[in-house]
């Protein structure tokens, strides 16, 4: 296990492969200057258990706690500090080790809850998967999402994507995705979603102004794009309800599974979420997808789409469909969306 210290390095170093020059600073100086002196400091010094990206994720948390201070904008002096400002490692460190005392209750309260995002730009490997269930079927699709946090993505039909020479979704869509994007696309389809749910063990609603503060915090400050992209998917998602449970994945899909309907599509998806379930409740999840699958009918047809870390460079994307039950590798795609190479079919 490793330690605060090279948890934040390694934060530090994904950061900036991941595009952002100043969240690499900030964790590369959090790695570097955190002592103890403060009730901050103290509390992620003597964190118990694993503090890295698979658990704790500890350094996200600090991060997301600072940057929603800057957000709700009670701290000038933090503010002055973060992007768009660019000021010396020095003159950061003064002022976020500063933060760490001015602004303790709230950081303390932050420190509590894990780093919870929805990053929009995945839908990108979602809307040309949704397309091709709904062009095979001919029926409206029923969207079901693991671990949706926010359920921003429960309304991807609504952005509008480019991908290569296709293009899909409202083209006056206020989200627009636009990845850097290799190979084949499916064309679009006459697609109809006529349900939204989603599951997530904290639930986050994007229409209450403290949840889309905390949508908004744990992305990174200087990718404006990712902010400006999540507040329009926000704004969506207040004139296209969702239903959001909170609970168990897997308990939840269960109980999904057995309420098909026919004459619509169920479509049951996963981004960067099913990898975080225990084992067992992936095996379980596992059986029950299987087992729906053989009772899944041309009237009633399932799906499941599985965008997950697999060791490789960023994301595989997987389609299944039932009652055929073919598993179809779509290619990869980057864990924020920024690129998508299409490697599979673009027809079922």
């Not at 992620?44 to 957000?71: C, E, K, N």
């Not at 400006?228 to 309800?241: F, K, M, N, V, Y």
Request: negative net charge.
């Amino acid at each position: 296990m490793k330690t605060l210290q090279e948890n934040f390095v390694a934060q530090s170093i994904a950061c900036n492969r991941m595009g952002s020059p100043f969240m690499g600073r900030l964790m590369k100086l959090f790695a570097d200057r955190l002592a103890p002196g403060s009730a901050v400091a103290d509390r992620m010094l003597g964190w118990p258990g694993d503090t890295g990206p698979q658990s704790q994720s500890v350094p996200l948390r600090i991060a997301g706690a600072l940057h929603a201070i800057v957000l709700d904008g009670i701290d000038p002096e933090l503010a002055a500090a973060y992007p768009p400002n660019n000021v010396s490692d020095d003159a950061l460190w003064q002022a976020v080790n500063a933060a760490l005392v001015r602004d303790e209750t709230r950081l303390m309260e932050w420190l509590d809850s894990a780093p919870q995002t929805n990053e929009v730009r995945r839908a990108a490997a979602l809307i040309p998967a949704f397309h091709m269930v709904a062009a095979a079927t001919g029926l409206p699709l029923a969207l079901h999402e693991l671990g949706c946090s926010g359920g921003l993505n429960l309304r991807a039909d609504q952005f509008h994507l480019a991908a290569g020479d296709v293009s899909y979704g409202p083209t006056d869509s206020a989200v627009k995705i636009t990845p850097d994007w290799t190979g084949p696309a499916p064309r679009p389809a006459d697609l109809q979603v006529i349900d939204r749910r989603g599951v997530d063990l904290n639930p986050l609603n994007p229409t209450d102004p403290f949840d889309q503060l905390r949508l908004r915090a744990y992305l990174w400050p200087d990718q404006a794009d990712r902010l400006q992209r999540t507040s329009a998917a926000i704004g969506l998602a207040e004139s296209h309800p969702a239903q959001v449970e909170r609970g168990d994945a897997i308990g939840w899909l269960e109980q999904a599974l057995q309420q098909t309907v026919e004459g619509q599509a169920l479509v049951i998806y996963h981004t960067i979420a099913w990898q975080y379930f225990p084992d067992a409740l992936q095996a379980r999840g596992e059986e029950l997808l299987q087992e729906a699958g053989n009772r899944a009918t041309l009237d009633r047809p399932l799906a499941r789409i599985s965008i997950e870390a697999d060791g490789a460079k960023g994301a595989a994307m997987t389609l299944q469909t039932w009652p055929d039950g073919i598993l179809h590798q779509l290619g990869r795609v980057d864990f924020h969306g920024r690129w998508l190479q299409w490697d599979g079919p673009i027809a079922l």
